[in-house]
Structure formats: C-alpha cells, structure tokens
C-alpha cells in the first residue's frame, strides 16, 4: 500500500466484545492494534435482537440483527446485507471461522478484494451439518488468498486445510507480556486454600464436553497433596454432574469451584497457581490460549496429545508434561509428578515464560497480521 493511503480492513466473526470468548478476544485485539496503522471495521453479530453500531476503544463495530444462534452459528439476514456494503470499502477481509454465515456473504457478494481466512478450529460435533456445509466451505477455502493457522497442528490435523497446505500460513495467538505481568499479584487461590502446604492446581474455561474436566476430576481423586481451582461456568446440567463427582469422590474440600472471574482475578489466578491444566479430549480445542496465560508467568502445564495446535504451545519435557486425552492415569500421574518435584516445576515455568516470550508476544504477532493483509491486498490489486 501506499504511504498516503492507509490500509482498509473489514474484520469478520460471530461475535465481539462485551460477548467473552477466546476468539472475541483475539479479533478485539487484531482489530485495535490493526487500526494504530490502518483504518479498521468490524462486522458481528447480536447474540439475539436488533443491530447496532458502536465505537468500541476507536475501532467502528457493525452488530448485525440476529434472529438467535443455532448449531453455533447466529441466524442473520441482515449481516448479509452490511457485508456487501463494507466489502466495497475494504481492501481485504479477514474471516474468523468457522462461521458458515461469513462464507455465504462473502461467496454471494460477488467481493473481489483480498480475502484472508483465519482458522481457528474445524467443525468437530455437528458432523450431519458439516456435511450440508462442506460444499459451500471447499468453495470458500478455493476463493480465499491465504488461510492463516496458529499451528502446524492446525493444519495437519484438518481435513480441510491439508488440501490448501499451499495457502497456508502459520502466525500463532499473541499475548501482551507486560500487560499480563503488570497485573497486581492478589493471593486469589492462597485466600480459599484449605491447607497452605497443599499445591495449588488450576484449570481455566467453559464447562463444555470437550475440556474435560470430568477426566481432571476422576484424576485428581488419585493425587495426594493438591487443590484443585475450576475457574469458569457451564450448563445447571454440566455444573451438578461435576459437583456430584466431586461430591462421590469426597473431594470437597479439596476441589473449588469459582465460578467466572473479572479479568484482573483472573490473571491473579493464573498467577497464584503452582502448576495449570488443559486437559481438553476433543478437536474442537483447536490451540488453548490459557496456556499461554498460565506460561506468562512462569508456571507449568500439563495438557493433551491432541492433534490439534495444543501440544504445540506447551511443549512436553520443555514447559510441561503432555499426556493422552482421556487418560485418566496417566493425567494423576502428570499432576503427582509435577506436585512432588518443586524444581522440575520451576524447571518447566522457566521454560514456560522464555518461550512466550520468544514465541509470543502480541506486537510480533499483529506485524505479522498486518504485513499478510497488506500483502494479500496488493496482489489483489495488481491482479
């Protein structure tokens, strides 16, 4: 681009701020970062009800009216209407899928501009969907200029990208190092803690099939000397099963659960943790961001042998042990090892914080963002 003339960015995905989510975390990010040296506009949707615009931290959002959300995908008629109208300022769109609506727009808007795919995840439990729904993404996967995945597991583990692997480009999730260390350290576990002697054990996310923490909870009845913290919220249904297996296994007080935190708690907890765990048994846990939440700080993780991006930013033996999904043993065991051995955990956490350091930081990820989209825009201009 020019120098006279700033990049024009249109931002797609489900939802935005205030919705909390890891991928609306990471669009808000892109898109206030992306804006100090482009001109940046986001189009969502309403969780339900009618559309508006705001101005959220100088960034323009378009919340599209939406008739409700099924199967994971908001019901909007309008979203298809703003997306013609914004595609014809933009100079290239990037798409945070999976969002089916998004790939519908941008096929039927006839956009002609760069178009930048960010893959976050395959579709992993709606496989009778998928198959209504493949048709319209393998179009959509052939239009796009580029298709950006945080990992290589992200893409050796898809069906789908391993047949674009010529499209691909590998930036990962980026986290703000100095604004999570310059938290104020709170003893947010330590206050609740039973026994001050006890390890402190912490896992962090929704209460939904594929994190399971059913397997944590089964685990941890096997491990001596812990506590366990369950930051996060789920269905009635999913809350009363894990209580009741906390309940059965007479882990009462050994396991707390906290419900959602403010943001500010929250990274207190990641930083009054011994040792965090991420032991998530389906694809649909595509790369887990709280890794690196938990790494920033210097502690330990255990997580899962998926196929995903997941075990690509902890890594086993270097930051923290790697154990099979579902393992019941095999996840006690990781955790006793780790509760045992306080210089193999201050070992890892060394490890853990180098590495996001490295690897991690949020201002080498957004250039990278930022120099892909620009790149991607200028061949399509040229062309």
Not at 173 to 198: F, H, N, W
């Amino acid at each position: 681009m020019s120098e006279q003339k700033k990049l024009r960015i249109l931002q797609v995905n489900k939802a935005y701020y205030p919705h909390i989510g890891g991928i609306e975390s990471l669009v808000r990010t892109f898109s206030r970062e992306l804006q100090k040296r482009a001109e940046v506009q986001v189009l969502v949707c309403q969780e339900k009800g009618r559309g508006e615009d705001r101005i959220v931290e100088g960034v323009p959002v378009h919340y599209a009216s939406s008739l409700g959300t099924y199967f994971s995908c908001p019901i909007s008629f309008s979203f298809l209407r703003q997306f013609r109208k914004l595609a014809k300022w933009a100079d290239v769109v990037e798409f945070h899928v999976p969002f089916p609506l998004a790939d519908l727009a941008c096929l039927l808007s006839g956009y002609r501009g760069g178009v930048v795919i960010a893959w976050h995840s395959d579709v992993v439990r709606q496989k009778t969907l998928l198959q209504f729904y493949k048709p319209l993404l393998m179009r959509f996967l052939r239009r796009a200029d580029c298709i950006i995945a945080a990992t290589e597991g992200h893409i050796t583990s898809s069906p789908f990208l391993t047949q674009f692997a010529d499209k691909c480009r590998i930036i990962p999730y980026g986290i703000d190092v100095q604004a999570y260390r310059s938290v104020e350290r709170k003893p947010i576990l330590r206050q609740i803690q039973q026994d001050p002697e006890t390890v402190r054990v912490l896992f962090v996310g929704r209460f939904v099939y594929y994190k399971g923490i059913e397997v944590l909870l089964h685990a941890f009845a096997q491990v001596q000397g812990c506590e366990l913290f369950l930051v996060g919220h789920g269905t009635p249904e999913m809350e009363e099963k894990l209580h009741q297996i906390t309940e059965a296994a007479h882990m009462a007080a050994q396991v707390h659960f906290l419900g959602n935190l403010e943001e500010a708690d929250l990274r207190a907890a990641f930083a009054d943790c011994d040792i965090f765990v991420l032991p998530s048994t389906a694809n649909s846990e595509a790369f887990g961001i709280v890794q690196q939440e938990a790494m920033v700080y210097g502690k330990p993780v255990i997580n899962t042998a998926l196929p995903t991006g997941v075990p690509h930013v902890s890594l086993d033996g270097v930051t923290g042990i790697t154990v099979p999904p579902e393992d019941v043993p095999a996840l006690a065991q990781a955790i006793q090892k780790l509760a045992d051995d306080k210089a193999l955990r201050e070992q890892y956490g060394r490890a853990a914080a180098k590495r996001v350091e490295e690897e991690y930081e949020e201002a080498d990820v957004v250039d990278k963002v930022y120099a892909t989209l620009a790149e991607i825009a200028e061949r399509r201009q040229r062309t």
